[in-house]
């Protein structure tokens, strides 16, 4: 079975200011990693993800994110926050089995403050 | 990326009434789509795996009988809320996969559909 922790469920963070929202998973099989956004009323939009090779992984928007296998982490950062950057973040992770099913964190919302 | 639809984005019915929610694959085929259910401030619950041309695969704790789930064609999966009531009111979202995009487990999004049932 798998399983996402996403610590803290609000992050505020001052314009111009590192963004770190932290996501532990947990998985009994390699794992598919992702990060989506999902703006008020809308669908999820990808961010960037892990599946193999290179464990940092550079996304849209200037996010990017590390897979520690060993903290079994895959925390997502950015340097500097933006005011666009208000928004709903969700980890999830995918098995590479025939059912592909994704399971997603519980989300951490992201505030900016000017 | 590829894109999902999903129609309609809004919608409200009378309890007791039916609901047809769609979800459109526009720009590739999806063999295989999801349903999630997310509750105000919470996360995705996934409902339900649509398959095309077979049944539908559901979560445990998802009633089929009240979400009827077709998935007729390789572009078009239908969520049907039967019966609905107050507490189906929820933001609908379905997605799917691109395997002809490279099968690395990436989702693509619909919309969204929030129903409200009075």
């Known amino acids: 079975a798998q399983s996402v922790t996403q610590l803290g469920s609000h992050v505020s963070v001052s314009e111009g200011a590192l963004v770190l929202l932290r996501c532990n998973y947990s998985?009994?099989?390699?794992?598919?990693l992702f990060w989506y956004v999902q703006y008020p009323n809308q669908g999820l939009q990808l961010l960037l993800k892990?599946?193999?090779?290179?464990?940092l992984v550079k996304g849209i928007n200037g996010f990017e994110a590390e897979f520690k296998k060993s903290e079994t982490s895959f925390h997502l950062t950015k340097p500097s926050a933006h005011m666009s950057d208000a928004a709903e973040y969700f980890c999830a992770v995918s098995d590479q089995g025939r059912s592909f099913k994704t399971i997603f964190g519980a989300g951490t919302r992201l505030f900016v403050k000017a | 990326g590829a894109v999902v639809s999903q129609h309609p984005s809004r919608v409200i019915c009378k309890s007791g009434t039916s609901v047809k929610i769609e979800c459109r694959s526009l720009d590739f085929q999806a063999t295989t789509m999801f349903w999630y259910r997310q509750f105000p401030k919470q996360s995705l619950m996934l409902m339900a795996t649509?398959?095309?041309?077979?049944?539908?695969?559901?979560e445990q704790g998802v009633e089929k009988d009240k979400f009827l789930i077709n998935h007729a064609s390789l572009t078009l999966s239908t969520l049907t809320v039967t019966s609905a009531h107050p507490e189906d009111s929820s933001f609908y979202i379905c997605?799917?996969?691109?395997?002809?995009?490279?099968?690395?487990?990436?989702?693509?999004f619909g919309e969204g559909s929030r129903l409200t049932v009075l």
């Open positions: 997605s799917a996969r691109a395997p002809s995009r490279g099968y690395t487990g990436e989702l693509f």
């Open positions: 649509s398959n095309e041309g077979s049944k539908a695969t559901y």
């Open positions: 998985s009994s099989v390699p794992p598919y």
């Open positions: 892990y599946t193999t090779g290179a464990t």
